[in-house]
């Protein structure tokens, strides 16, 4: 399956119809080049035990829909792509929409599907870049769009019991608010503020606009208006800085937070609260063994792996890594 896929994803990168669409559509189609992000989807599935065929399943957070290839190929019956970039929206329509997949809009919380009408709802790397204001609207819309007994999987790398990249989140919070190196369009949040600023209020000084950029940190769009007009009108303006142990927040649009941690226990009982049965499953494990067999060279090699299996599982040795989590669901 997985030679299968990345022969589609290598047409698609090739194909000339698709070579005018943004540099960022062929750098997700790269990605899926790779066999280990493909073989990692596929222990994801495994590992949560889902079957898809003849099922119905939402992806949220679906990017420009490549994911919709690999669900095809496990025997989804129809596929919905959800995501809050309109532009993403508009080109998977272009590149991989057909009868059975399609793409949907969803900025606002919302999720234009029928009641009762989906059995699984993906959420790989998603909930880290939902404004908090918004979470729990999907996650009661979720709930809704779900059949009884249908799943919902959560899987997210961002997670806070794992301190020592809780520090490297702090770098990258501060290279995406100052300098923004992660953002493909080179970017700063702090900087995208100051052109929202001078866009809107083109007479104010860029001395002005730059303290106001400074001083509005983690609000979007129409909040910084709303203070801008404070600030102008010399009524009472609060300072809001940057804290580079809180996550930032893109001020286009609904704010996309950017790495947003989660202790996944908190994860797994708020979902409760909405009608799930959920659990936790434990990747310490999983991941470290999934790194090997992506080594496998040699039947020696495998041997080995399978007594550091067993010595893990002993705690004889102990992993320092403490990596993401899986929270999975079940709708009452």
Same mark, same amino acid.
Not at 50 to 66: E, I, M, S
Not at 220 to 245: A, C, H, M, P
């Given at each position: ?98 009868? @059975? ?83 493909? @369009?080179?970017?700063?949040?702090? @900087? ?70 989660? +202790? ?61 989590? +899986?929270?999975?669901?079940? @709708?009452?």
């Amino acid at each position: 399956m997985i030679n299968n896929l990345i022969n589609y994803f290598k047409e698609i990168n090739d194909n000339n119809k698709f070579k005018q669409l943004p540099r960022h559509f062929h750098y997700q189609t790269e990605n899926f080049l790779n066999k280990q992000i493909l073989s990692t989807y596929l222990f994801l599935i495994k590992r949560a035990g889902l079957n898809f065929r003849n099922k119905t399943v939402v992806d949220l957070g679906c990017k420009f829909g490549h994911l919709s290839i690999l669900f095809r190929k496990l025997g989804v019956k129809t596929y919905f792509g959800i995501d809050a970039n309109y532009e993403y929206i508009k080109i998977a329509n272009k590149v991989f929409g057909n009868k @059975k997949s399609f793409f949907l809009f969803s900025d606002s919380g919302l999720i234009d599907v029928k009641t009762k009408s989906i059995d699984f709802v993906i959420a790989n790397e998603v909930i880290s870049h939902i404004h908090p204001n918004y979470l729990t609207q999907y996650y009661l819309e979720i709930e809704r769009i779900l059949k009884k007994s249908g799943i919902f999987l959560i899987s997210d790398g961002n997670n806070w019991l794992n301190k020592n990249y809780i520090q490297k989140l702090k770098n990258l919070y501060i290279n995406c608010e100052k300098e923004n190196q992660h953002n493909t @369009k080179n970017t700063s949040y702090e @900087k995208l503020r100051f052109q929202i600023i001078k866009k809107r209020f083109s007479s104010i000084s860029d001395k002005k606009a730059q303290y106001l950029a400074e001083n509005t940190s983690g609000l979007v769009e129409n909040q910084i208006y709303n203070e801008v007009q404070k600030f102008l009108s010399k009524k009472e303006f609060t300072e809001r800085k940057f804290r580079n142990y809180i996550f930032p927040v893109n001020p286009t649009n609904i704010g996309f937070a950017m790495e947003r941690p989660f +202790i996944p226990e908190q994860v797994k009982l708020e979902l409760e609260t909405y009608n799930f049965e959920s659990k936790i499953i434990d990747l310490n494990l999983d991941r470290f063994v999934l790194r090997r067999i992506n080594s496998f060279k040699s039947f020696k090699n495998y041997i080995h792996t399978f007594f550091l299996m067993l010595i893990v599982k002993l705690k004889i040795y102990k992993i320092e890594e403490n990596p993401g989590f +899986i929270v999975i669901s079940k @709708k009452k």
